[in-house]
Structure formats: C-alpha cells, structure tokens
C-alpha cells in the first residue's frame, strides 16, 4: 500500500470515527455533513470523496457499533447458546435507543424505500442484521448447539421482526413505548421457546 493510500484509508476513519461520536451524542435528523468535516477538521469536499452523504456514513457507522455486538458474543466462550443470543437480542435495543429514535426511523425509511441512503437495495441496516443473525444461528448449528435440521433462515427472519416490530412501535409511539423494557420479557415469552425444540442437549 502507497503512502497515499494509507492517508487516504486514515482520512476516512477519521471521518467515519468523527460521525459515530456525533450520531451516538446528538440528533442524527438534525446533524449536517458540515458538522461532521468541521468536527473532523476535513473540508466538505473531502467528505464526498468517501461517501455520499451523511445517510451513507450513518449507516456505516451504525453497521460498525453493531458489529461490536457480534464480537462480545465470540467473547462469551462460557454461556450457552440462549444466553448468548439473549444478549444479542438486550443489546441489539441498547444500540438502538442510544442511536435515537430518529435514527431508527432513518433505518425503517431505508427499507421502505430502498436506494434513498445507500448504492444497493441490499445494503440497508435490515439486511445487515439479517445477515448477522443467521451468521450467528449458522454458527450454533455447526458448533453442535442446535440441531441440523434447524431451519435456520425461517428463525432469522421471526427474531429479526420481533426486534423490529419493537423498533418500529417504538418510532409509531413517538418514545411512548420504550422497547428496552420488553427486551428480556420478549425474549422468554417469544424466543426461547421457538428455538428450545432445536436446541441440542435441552429437554422439552
């Protein structure tokens, strides 16, 4: 890698880094791709070399937070596969409601109307956390914690629309329902028992 490169690759990190602290502190409906180069000490120019718009960086930034959650589940070496995904399932909230309420709208509007924020109709917050999930749940099946035949897309999709359907009534509500206090009751009245029939070890 060129000496121009690395520069450029520290540019947009700095970027990038500047606009995950912004979005986590602040209103992300009401923050300017100005707020993000003068915090940054970029140009305006320079933001558009790396991205498109502040839709674009919100959601990378957005897709990196997340992420982390995925990294402290590999980090649980100790806990079952339920306690690991209850965890994913309590922190998938945490992330969202310290993003804002008008983030999450953000990532509803995007799927509602692809192509609004991103390049692809694919690259959208829904399909990164549907990915992400049956990452995880692929992994418990080849880690011998659910069972073969577990019918691993189905699950996905069923989890990610609870957690979604809380985000979403939670942005309807305008803040009225507060999605982190239904997490864990959500997770035992819902969760749990949809995935115990496969689970490898547990008795029914």
Known sequence: MTKRQENALKTRQKLLDTATKLISNGDFHDLKVEDITK????????????FKNKEQIGYEACRNMFNRIEERMQQMTDSSFLERLAHYFDSFMIEA????????RE??????????????????????????????????????????????????????SELYGMMTCWCMSDGIFEPKEWTDKVFKAQIEPLLKPYLLGVVI
């Open 39 to 50: 915090a940054c000490g970029c140009a305006k120019g320079t933001f558009y070399i790396y």
């Open 97 to 104: 409601e310290r993003y804002g309420i008008n983030v999450c």
């Open 107 to 160: 990532w509803i509007r995007c799927v509602i109307e692809p192509n609004l924020s991103t390049e692809d109709a694919d690259n959208t917050k829904w399909q990164f956390d549907v990915t992400m999930l049956q990452k995880i749940l692929e992994q418990a099946v080849q880690k011998g914690e659910l069972k073969k035949d577990t019918p691993v897309e189905l699950l996905t999709h069923i989890i990610i």
